[in-house]
Nanobody, 119 residues
Framework: QVQLVESGGGLVQPGGSLRLSCAASGSIFEINTMGWYRQAPGQQRELVADITSGGRKDYADSVKGRFTISRDNTKNTMYLQMNSLKPEDTAVYYC?????????????WGQGTQVTVSS
């Protein structure tokens, strides 16, 4: 079992920055990939960025060049640095950890943190 707790969401003006954190506990040595997903009202949850245990990173096209995912294994924490935020980035952001090499049966989720980009 893996437990995930997100923090760092909030209200920010367009063009601003936020950093999300996701603290993992439990069977952390079983985690292969961690990632950030988001879900806006009326839309499906979508992948924002993920990072493997080997450090490979992938980003959604919509956030490339603006968001940076990182992982501090000494603190069992993953981060999402979000710069140049846009109103369309408004969503609930969820932390994800997978212990089954991509098998969704082995997905774990945090409770979500709201990010609102508005003037």
């Amino acid at each position: 079992q893996v437990q995930l707790v997100e923090s760092g969401g909030g209200l920010v003006q367009p063009g601003g920055s936020l950093r999300l954190s996701c603290a993992a506990s439990g069977s952390i040595f079983e985690i292969n990939t961690m990632g950030w997903y988001r879900q806006a009202p009326g839309q499906q949850r979508e992948l924002v960025a993920d990072i493997t245990s080997g450090g490979r990173k992938d980003y959604a096209d919509s956030v490339k060049g603006r968001f940076t995912i990182s992982r501090d294994n000494t603190k069992n924490t993953m981060y999402l640095q979000m710069n140049s935020l846009k109103p369309e980035d408004t969503a609930v952001y969820y932390c994800n950890a997978n212990t089954g090499w991509g098998n969704p049966e082995y997905d774990y989720w945090g409770q979500g943190t709201q990010v609102t980009v508005s003037s």
